[in-house]
């Protein structure tokens, strides 16, 4: 079945349906990851995007049970040059055409991505439409124009759970699954669910953590009345700055205890602390981001997800810059210059990606130590 994907300014790419038939908007993105499609399919900070894999062969390994970060996928559409119907991977449950198919995820294949990805490079990431039953490309264009852009849009609440749950699940090893955590943990932990991965969970968890989700508007009061050690701000989906219920209580708990806040967590404590955010060209998505430690002058490989950046020296009075992305100069991370509270807007717990930054969630229990007089 033919498929149609067309951008805002006009380009138009034809290939092949695959996944769910029908039609689709969203901001055409794109992910230069080799491996965990899978992963950045059920991540929830995709949420309003079409994501393009750079990697041209996707779907070799198939879907397994276990490789999810959340309930389901959330991206709104799914770009690849070459689909493969026939994986091979013993931990493989289905292929990814019956993945998109029953979660209702439209897709197209067979276009030529290295030139997409070159267009968004240099016009910028845009809305698109992709779309197996209208195959018209004035219409689709007129379409993508009308649809409603990410600035200034509340995402989280698409993403967020509906009440509070316990975490227990940690990482997983081969041949034994994911660990359950034994006995209570040494550190209570409430975590704001911005779209949280639920990786994150399990390196807390293995962190010593006793981890309670809590939903995204959850007030301030209530998650003291908690009488946590820490508190967790989450990744999510699009624009940080319509997220202001977030920042409100974020600012009632500054000073009450430590916080440590991962990509759009680390944007919302930046707003809170009386920064501005700005939308980056194309955004940082993949596993392979060079980030400086200031400290150290180590370089550490990470893996990012996010569209928008907190802008330089917005944040100086307040707290100091931490990390800094080796390819642009943008901020990856901030420390509050005299309370317990620090942030990167890159991925440690790296699912899919590189682990050279999982130290965070050991500095996070050295903070809730300290704090504790320990």
Same mark, same amino acid.
């Given at each position: 079945?033919?498929?149609?994907?067309?951008?805002?300014?006009?380009?138009?790419?034809?290939?092949?349906?695959?996944?769910? $038939?029908?039609?689709?908007?969203?901001?055409?993105?794109?992910?230069?990851?080799?491996?965990?499609?899978?992963e950045?399919?059920?991540?929830?900070?995709? $949420?309003?995007?079409?994501?393009?894999?750079?990697?041209?062969?996707?779907?070799?390994?198939?879907?397994?049970?276990?490789?999810?970060e959340?309930?389901?996928?959330?991206?709104?559409?799914f770009?690849?040059?070459?689909?493969c119907?026939?994986?091979?991977?013993?931990?493989?449950?289905m292929?990814?055409?019956?993945?998109l198919?029953?979660?209702?995820?439209?897709?197209?294949?067979?276009?030529?991505?290295r030139?997409?990805?070159?267009?968004?490079?240099?016009?910028?990431?845009?809305?698109?439409?992709?779309?197996?039953?209208?195959?018209?490309?004035?219409?689709?264009?007129?379409?993508?124009?009308?649809?409603?852009?990410?600035?200034?849009?509340?995402?989280?609440?698409?993403?967020? $759970?509906?009440?509070?749950?316990?975490?227990?699940?940690?990482?997983?090893?081969?041949?034994?699954?994911?660990?359950?955590?034994?006995?209570?943990?040494?550190?209570?932990?409430?975590?704001?669910?911005?779209?949280?991965?639920?990786?994150?969970?399990?390196? *807390?968890?293995?962190?010593?953590?006793?981890?309670?989700?809590?939903p995204?508007?959850? /007030?301030?009061? +209530?998650?003291?009345?908690?009488d946590?050690?820490?508190?967790?701000?989450s990744?999510?989906?699009? +624009?940080?700055?319509?997220?202001?219920?977030?920042?409100?209580?974020?600012?009632?708990?500054?000073?009450?205890k430590?916080?440590?806040?991962? $990509?759009?967590?680390?944007?919302?404590?930046?707003?809170?602390?009386?920064?501005?955010?700005?939308?980056?060209?194309?955004?940082?998505?993949?596993?392979?981001?060079?980030?400086?430690?200031?400290?150290?002058?180590?370089?550490?490989?990470?893996?990012?997800?996010?569209?928008?950046?907190?802008?330089?020296?917005?944040? +100086?009075?307040?707290?100091?810059?931490?990390?800094?992305? *080796?390819? +642009?100069?943008?901020?990856?991370?901030?420390?509050?210059?005299?309370? /317990?509270?620090?942030?990167?807007?890159?991925?440690p717990?790296?699912?899919?990606?590189?682990?050279?930054?999982?130290?965070?969630?050991?500095?996070?229990?050295?903070?809730?130590?300290?704090?504790?007089?320990?």
């Open positions: 079945m033919k498929a149609v994907l067309a951008l805002a300014d006009g380009r138009v790419f034809y290939g092949k349906a695959f996944g769910a $038939c029908g039609e689709t908007t969203g901001e055409v993105v794109f992910n230069t990851s080799m491996t965990g499609y899978q950045i399919l059920t991540d929830p900070s995709y $949420c309003g995007e079409i994501v393009t894999m750079t990697y041209p062969q996707i779907g070799n390994y198939g879907i397994n049970r276990e490789d999810v959340s309930g389901k996928p959330h991206l709104s559409g770009v690849v040059k070459e689909y119907d026939f994986p091979s991977n013993w931990r493989s449950d292929t990814l055409n019956d993945y198919v029953e979660n209702g995820v439209v897709g197209i294949q067979g276009i030529d991505t030139a997409l990805v070159r267009h968004i490079r240099d016009k910028g990431a845009q809305n698109g439409i992709i779309s197996s039953v209208d195959l018209d490309p004035e219409s689709l264009i007129a379409k993508a124009r009308k649809a409603p852009s990410l600035v200034g849009q509340d995402l989280v609440q698409k993403v967020t $759970c509906d009440s509070p749950y316990k975490w227990q699940e940690g990482i997983w090893t081969l041949g034994s699954g994911y660990s359950q955590a034994e006995g209570d943990g040494q550190f209570k932990v409430v975590a704001y669910d911005f779209g949280i991965k639920r990786n994150i969970l399990r390196h *807390l968890t293995e962190a010593g953590c006793r981890v309670t989700v809590v995204a508007d959850t /007030p301030a009061q +209530d998650v003291l009345a908690m946590p050690d820490g508190i967790f701000l990744n999510g989906p699009g +624009d940080p700055e319509p997220i202001a219920y977030a920042q409100d209580n974020i600012r009632q708990l500054l000073g009450k430590p916080i440590f806040g991962i $990509c759009l967590g680390h944007q919302l404590l930046a707003l809170a602390l009386g920064g501005k955010t700005f939308k980056l060209k194309f955004g940082h998505r993949g596993g392979n981001q060079p980030v400086m430690r200031h400290e150290s002058g180590q370089v550490e490989i990470t893996s990012q997800n996010h569209g928008f950046a907190v802008e330089a020296g917005s944040i +100086d009075d307040e707290a100091v810059q931490t990390h800094i992305n *080796l390819n +642009d100069n943008t901020i990856e991370g901030l420390e509050h210059k005299r309370l /317990p509270a620090f942030s990167v807007q890159y991925h717990e790296a699912s899919p990606g590189p682990h050279d930054a999982r130290y965070l969630f050991e500095r996070f229990t050295a903070l809730m130590a300290k704090q504790r007089g320990e």
